[in-house]
């Protein structure tokens, strides 16, 4: 059992949080109004999650969910991280996120931003590419014909593997791209972003993505 911090509780959050009691690990959970507005939600989960602050919920997780808007991140504590798996779960639209220039270039990835921000922890890029619906309805046990996957990414091997552990006790396969720099094969409007793929396929899409500046 693993004390796991989420910071953010919207689609994402509250569905990874759905995922993490039902296997058995104890919930933390912060958005930015504060933990009285998550009484719902945690009512939901039942007694192994708890709503908190955002300091409180990176202090309290042994692995950390970042799932906010992207905006967010600066505020996302860095101390209480220092030497943690930071699970990045964010994506770029600049509509809502407002133009950040090293992404409009591409000289730089969205968890690599985070990484940027926490460098004492350890960033794995993972759950940006799956609707949250799905995260509960297309999970199934290890084994499944045609078992959903998902990508990863991230620089610190120990980090990888310990998600790639939790994304498949929470019902996918697992497909690592390679360091954070690569996770823009993951991002939106690549041809893995948001399908339902098998391992296979999804290496398939990994190969095809395209960088938005040459398309
Ligand atoms: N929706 C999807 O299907 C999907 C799929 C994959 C990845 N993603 C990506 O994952 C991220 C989260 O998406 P979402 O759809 O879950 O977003 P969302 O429904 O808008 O939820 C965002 C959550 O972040 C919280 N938040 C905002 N600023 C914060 C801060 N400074 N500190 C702590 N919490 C803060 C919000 O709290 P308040 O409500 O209190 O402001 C809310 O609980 C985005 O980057 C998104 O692109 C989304």
Do not use: C
């Not at 004492?120 to 799956?130: C, E, G, P």
């Not at 084994?143 to 310990?162: N, P, S």
């Not at 098998?198 to 095809?208: F, G, I, N, Q, V």
């Amino acid at each position: 059992m693993t004390t796991i911090g989420i910071i953010g509780a919207g689609n994402i959050g509250s569905q990874l949080a759905r995922l993490a009691v039902q296997h058995g690990h104890e919930v933390v959970i912060a958005n930015s109004r504060g933990p009285e507005t998550l009484t719902d939600l945690v009512d939901e989960l039942g007694p192994s999650a708890r709503a908190a602050t955002r300091d409180e919920a990176a202090a309290a997780g042994e692995v950390v969910i970042v799932t906010t808007p992207l905006a967010a991140i600066e505020t996302i504590p860095v101390e209480p991280l220092t030497g943690k798996v930071v699970i990045d779960t964010n994506n770029y639209y600049p509509q809502r996120d407002g133009h950040i220039a090293a992404l409009d270039d591409e000289t730089t990835t969205t968890a690599e931003l985070l990484q940027a921000h926490l460098p004492a922890s350890h960033v794995v890029k993972a759950f940006n590419h799956i609707g949250a619906a799905d995260l509960t309805g297309h999970a199934s046990p290890a084994g499944t014909a045609d078992r959903r996957a998902l990508v990863i990414a991230g620089d610190d091997e120990g980090a990888k593997q310990a998600v790639t552990a939790l994304i498949d006790a929470f019902g996918f396969d697992v497909v690592d791209a390679g360091p954070l720099a690569e996770g823009w094969r993951i991002q939106r409007d690549t041809p893995g972003y948001g399908p339902r793929l098998t391992a296979d396929e999804l290496r398939e899409a990994l190969a095809a993505a395209k960088r938005y500046r040459d398309q």
